[in-house]
């Protein structure tokens, strides 16, 4: 089998362990004699499989009882009208605009209350975070709403603002479970599964369960109501069984990783060697903000296109898959989650070496 | 392995094959070194999976082309406020209520829209279908709403009602590519996977491209659009996409098998063979109306809980899993999908006759 790195953005690389386990079972689940695919989402096998998914995603994140795990279809993107027509009350919602995904939170909140932009990054091309202490907040807002790592732009917020008792609402997709979190700082937590949780076509949503709430905006859909799915243990209808499964192995691959703090201290060293070199390159420049870069999503660039492309392609053929930027942005973006080994980020080191010593003697 | 036989009515048996070639490539799809569950739903290798599902599917339920085919999250129920958001114009739509789904269909509709039940055969729970020919459909109704297939009661319409201009919806989520089917009778029809497709995670809809609509009900949430899929080709965010490779697997299982004439021959002769056993039992009756008779799900009763009870455990130690009617109606149900084979139904067949012989004496 070749021998490929893959630094998609997500759908992304998810623990080999974890494929190979799937591989075994997928003809026959612990002796039931079906795939899991293929069993009723309300026999007792498959509530197991769910229970436990819960459970561990509980223990690994540290998520108080008063908090409800939430497994809901449509993607972050989903979110981004539930939220507000969920959390509406006084009708006002703040919003940090930090990129694309917190901009379109932002444009689809407008639906339906009216949002505010506290703080934006754009005029520096979000390329950094806006400053969380000076922010004035609305006193009478819903909630505040931050995308705390931003996937396109390779920045996160390091610290959250201080909403007071407003309550902080993050999408954290593309950073969630790659280090220890606080729970108790948000109100509402979501992450679509497919960056650090598993494949595409689930999205985790933590919510205080004060929030959750009976009166939403009028109308709300049934299947757009947080209350559906916490009144039903997220089975109002046939949830994603497969999906869920799958989600439910990555929590106990985290866990046999060491949980949390582990996999920060491996992502951490992961994310140093990968911005090292490109500090140290006279070719490569990390065009991020020092301050706030991801350790998830590594943005950089030649600053030549021609040479970007050659990059992306020469990369490709050595086995470096995905390595392109958002077709936003253009360059090149290495998305290193929790599933990609050292080994890849080592290669990737390697092979950004090999190509200066190559071509950087042209170009720069 | 275990040899079972699941007559789960969704998430239901998949076809062998489709599972085997699943596990085979689970690892590495088509020597690219990655499961399909890491692939960036934007690459080639993906591209070409979704376009051959959409075309394959296209084929086997041959859809015109003035129909676009769109994948959809959130299951069938979503569709539930989907199809009044997108289709309200009149403000008012006819609902036939045939169960427990188009009764649910219709009180979400009331959320955004006057809704009417013009037909209903709650009277006879649900056992039989209201005679379409006589039906006063408004003039001005935006659209007329059936479920085709009431998977919980084993009923089936055998005849569209004629709504003349007006667009004619259809839940054909346990019905869909169990025959030929005529897509033009239709102004949008939808499946939740997990029955003949799939497994569960995503929702088939097929709509008449002049019901896809830029002006919707105000607000209708972005990703609650038809237009917002059918503009990015079901791809406006990330996909489930490895739930649609499944689905594409099938699709090329149905073209292999003959396609959906050769099915409906198989599935009725597996009805038939089941029916016909219920008939002629002195111990098993069947509560539905002959003339309505689904193909696909088929309840059946002894007339006594408890003996309905014994029947289901001792059933389920001999392999037949999920016989269990829903909870709602109680009895017992075999759902027989595509993937069921004839050897499920005549272990199935056989099993009621012993059973019959111990426990008929002591009963009938």
Redesign the interface.
């Known amino acids: ?4 790195y ?1 630094f ?7 623990p ?1 362990e974890v ?2 386990q ?2 075994d079972e ?3 689940y612990a ?5 899991v ?5 309300r ?1 007792k096998v498959y509530e197991t499989i769910l229970q436990e998914a819960k459970q561990d995603l509980r223990d690994i994140a540290n998520i108080p009882d008063n908090y409800e795990i939430l497994f809901i ?6 979110q ?3 939220v507000p ?1 969920n959390l509406i009350k006084n009708g006002k919602a703040d919003y940090f605009v930090t990129g694309q995904f917190a901009k379109k939170a932002y444009e ?1 909140a407008k ?2 209350l009216d949002a505010k932009v506290v703080a934006s990054s754009k005029e520096q091309n979000f390329t950094t975070i806006p400053d969380v202490a000076n922010v004035e907040i609305r006193e009478d807002a819903d909630y505040v709403y931050i995308c705390e790592n931003n996937t396109i732009y390779g920045t996160k917020f390091k610290e959250l603002p201080n909403t007071k008792d407003i309550p902080l609402v993050a999408d954290v997709s593309s950073c969630f479970l790659s280090e220890p979190i606080d729970i108790t700082k948000y109100g509402l937590l979501f992450a ?1 599964a ?1 960056k650090n949780i ?5 999205c985790v949503v933590i919510i205080r369960k004060d929030l959750i709430r009976e009166e939403t905006f009028n ?1 709300t ?4 109501k947080y209350k559906t799915y916490a009144d039903h243990d997220s089975m ?8 869920i499964y ?1 989600c439910g192995k990555v929590f106990k691959w985290i866990k046999e990783q060491g949980g949390l703090v582990a996999l920060q201290k491996r992502n951490s060293d992961k994310a140093k060697l990968l911005y090292d070199a490109i500090e140290q390159s006279n070719l490569f420049k990390c065009p991020v903000d020092p301050n706030y870069r991801s350790i998830m999503n590594v943005p950089f660039v030649t600053g030549n296109e021609e040479l970007d492309a050659k990059f992306i392609k020469e990369a490709k053929e050595a ?1 470096l ?2 390595i392109k930027g958002h077709r936003s942005v253009g360059g090149m973006r290495a998305s290193i989650y929790n599933a990609m080994p050292l080994d890849g980020i080592q290669t990737l080191v390697a092979f950004m070496h090999d190509f200066e010593e190559r071509e950087g003697k042209i170009h720069v």
Chains 1, 2 share one sequence.
């Open positions: 089998m070749k021998q490929i893959n998609s953005a997500g759908p992304a690389v998810l080999k494929l190979i799937a591989k997928l003809l026959n002796n039931s004699g079906m795939s695919m293929e069993m009723s989402h026999s279809q449509g993607g972050a993107s989903l981004f009208s539930m027509m689809e639906l339906f679509g497919q598993g494949p595409s076509g689930v109308p859909p049934t299947m757009l109002y209808n046939t949830p994603p069984t497969y999906t799958m086995g898959e995905n």
